[in-house]
C-alpha cells in the first residue's frame, strides 16, 4: 500500500513561566499527574515512562496530554521527524479535548497546568508540534493566558517524503535542535 502524506507542521517552543491565577470558566477542574502506563492503549503515549496529565469535571476526563522528560522526541506522524531537546525542556504530546466539549477553554487551562508542573522540575520550556492550520488559532487561544508559543522550526513533508526543516530563530537557540530526517 502506498503511504501518500504530505503535512506541514511548526515545532514550538513555549515558556514554563506562566501567571498563576487560572480563566474562571475553568475554575473547577481539576488536575492530577499520572504515569503515561495509566492510560487507556487506545489514547497510545509514545513511552509509557510518560507522564499523563489528566483534567476531569464532576468524574469525567475532559482533557488530556502527555508530558516527555526525555532529551528527544519524535513527531510520530511524520517519520524522521526527530528532535533534540537541551536539558530544561520537556515535550508535549497528545493534547485531546473530546469533540462535544471543545471551545470550553479546557486545553488553554491544561496547558497552563502543565506549563506550572514543568517549571517546578526546573523545566524553562515546553516544545510541542502544532498543525499549520492549528498554529494561528492555538497562538490566539493561549496568548491571553499569558503563554506564548514561539514557533522554531517548520517540518515540511513531501509526498516524496522529504522532510525539509525550515529554521525560524537563530542559529545559535539550541532548546531545540534537529537531529535527523526521513531521508538519513
Ligand atoms: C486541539 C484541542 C486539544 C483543543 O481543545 P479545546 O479544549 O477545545 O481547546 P480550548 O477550548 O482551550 O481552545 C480552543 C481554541 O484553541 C485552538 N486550538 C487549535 N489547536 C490547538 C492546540 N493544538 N492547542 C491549543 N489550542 C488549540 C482552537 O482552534 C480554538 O480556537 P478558536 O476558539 O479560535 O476556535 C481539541 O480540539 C482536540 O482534542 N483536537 C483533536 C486532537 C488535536 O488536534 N490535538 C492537538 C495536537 S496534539
Wanted: hydrophobic content about 40%; some cysteine; glycine content about 6%.
Amino acid at each position: 500500500m502506498r503511504f501518500d502524506v504530505a503535512r506541514e507542521v511548526f515545532v514550538c517552543a513555549a515558556s514554563t513561566d506562566v501567571p498563576d491565577d487560572n480563566p474562571p470558566e475553568t475554575a473547577a477542574l481539576r488536575f492530577t499527574l499520572r504515569s503515561a502506563r495509566d492510560a487507556a492503549a487506545e489514547l497510545a503515549p509514545l513511552d509509557p515512562a510518560d507522564h499523563w496529565l489528566v483534567g476531569e469535571l464532576g468524574g469525567d476526563i475532559v482533557t488530556h496530554t502527555f508530558l516527555s522528560t526525555a532529551r528527544s522526541f519524535d513527531y510520530a506522524p511524520l517519520p524522521g521527524c526527530r528532535f533534540r531537546l537541551r536539558a530544561d525542556v520537556a515535550y508535549g504530546y497528545g493534547a485531546w479535548t473530546p469533540p462535544a466539549l471543545r471551545g470550553r477553554g479546557y486545553r488553554r487551562r491544561a496547558f497552563l497546568e502543565e506549563l506550572r508542573w514543568l517549571r517546578t522540575i526546573d523545566k524553562k520550556w515546553e516544545a510541542s508540534v502544532f498543525t499549520a492550520a492549528q498554529l494561528d488559532p492555538a497562538r490566539r487561544s493561549l496568548l491571553p493566558v499569558g503563554i506564548v508559543v514561539e514557533p522554531l522550526f517548520c517540518v515540511r513533508y513531501a509526498r516524496d517524503r522529504h522532510a525539509d526543516v525550515e529554521r525560524l530563530v537563530d542559529g545559535d537557540d539550541d532548546r531545540c535542535v534537529p537531529i535527523t530526517s526521513y531521508n538519513e
